[in-house]
């Protein structure tokens, strides 16, 4: 039997700050962090986001600077999407497979600069193809499942190549993981980790990224069909188990704050490594609160992330890394 008031004061052990400090039952360090960065083309390149206040895209000189930046920092991992210039998208992203597209020129880059830090390459079609869609799409605009998923074998692969330590596939077609886990094996690349983008939502938090990458005007339609619906959870655990069978190493939610009872669901319902994508939408609401006084963002920023860790996260990717490993290393 536990006791009551007045032998239980809760409050007796939040009292002070030392006391504070020795109850947390969670903790959060840079190490919890991984940045996602924009590649843009050029040399001494920086250009800002207007719906990402704070975030701008680097050229791969800037990715590299980051890069150093994050092991100043003590964030293990960045992530990296590209913005591929117009010219060089097309209907069936072709350029994804280029082994001297940005994406690969910034992997090598990275890794031969700083080979101590991580550095993850999203698998999708959608920064390379003219309609804005993950995959290759049919006559009707229909995204097709497994030609899509040869393409993206071939896409991994190239990254592989190119030196990625973590395949994070965010297309959300069927069958993805399998085929590009026996691919790598097949490549000799043993090590070379999958992180799935296992329950990936059909969200309206992603527009700012869309703005990053370039396909918020050249989206066709919506992304419904191969994105998951809100209203499900059970779908997401046939997902995750899905991913899992096929050989991925760590699995993804996202978004991530909306979405907290999955990351709880998928934690309780696996015991395997777990990442929350705090997204675009995320970020952009924290600083337009800031930017209207509504919050302070230090604050906000440090309480959304210790969210995810209490959820059951072994991290989060969030634009807001840098700054948040500076206030965890201060
Ligand atoms: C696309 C992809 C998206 C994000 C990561 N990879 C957008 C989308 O599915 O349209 C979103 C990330 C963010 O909003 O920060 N494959």
Redesign the pocket.
């Given at each position: 039997m536990s006791a009551t008031y007045p032998a239980l004061r809760l409050r007796r052990t939040r009292a002070t700050d030392w006391s504070r400090r020795l109850h947390a039952e969670t903790v959060l360090t840079p190490a919890d962090l991984i940045w996602?960065l924009f590649i843009a083309e050029g040399q001494g390149v920086e250009e800002p986001v207007s719906s990402l206040p704070g975030v701008s895209r680097w050229s791969v000189d800037g990715i590299v600077a980051r890069g150093r930046e994050a092991r100043d920092l003590g964030i293990p991992c960045v992530a990296l999407?590209p913005n591929t210039p117009g010219h060089l998208r097309s209907d069936d992203g072709a350029e994804a497979v280029n082994p001297d597209n940005l994406m690969c020129r910034a992997i090598a880059a990275l890794k031969d600069a700083v080979p101590e830090v991580g550095v993850l390459t999203?698998v999708?079609l959608?920064p390379y193809t003219t309609h804005g869609h993950?995959g290759l799409v049919d006559a009707a605009g229909y995204v097709m499942n497994d030609a899509t998923v040869e393409a993206l074998v071939a896409q991994a692969l190239n990254q592989a190549a190119a030196g990625s330590d973590i395949i994070a596939p965010?297309?959300m077609m069927d069958g993805r993981i399998g085929a590009i886990r026996g691919a790598l094996e097949s490549d000799g690349r043993h090590n070379v980790q999958v992180m799935s983008y296992a329950a990936?939502y059909a969200s309206a938090?992603?527009g700012?990224?869309?703005d990053a990458v370039g396909?918020r005007g050249l989206l066709k339609g919506d992304?419904k069909t191969y994105?998951m619906d809100p209203a499900n959870a059970e779908e997401a655990l046939r997902e995750v188990a899905a991913d899992l069978a096929e050989g991925a190493d760590s699995v993804m939610v996202?978004p991530g704050l909306p979405y907290l009872d999955i990351i709880m669901r998928v934690k309780a319902a696996f015991q395997v490594p777990v990442f929350a994508?705090s997204?675009?939408?995320e970020y952009a609401m924290i600083e337009a609160s800031v930017a209207a006084g509504a919050g302070e963002r230090d604050a906000l920023v440090l309480e959304t992330l210790m969210a995810f860790k209490r959820a059951g996260c072994s991290g989060v990717l969030t634009y807001h890394a840098a700054h948040a490993a500076r206030l965890l290393g201060a």
């Open positions: 996602p999407f999203d999708a959608d993950d965010s297309d990936k938090f992603y700012p990224f869309r396909s992304k994105q996202k994508y997204v675009s939408g």
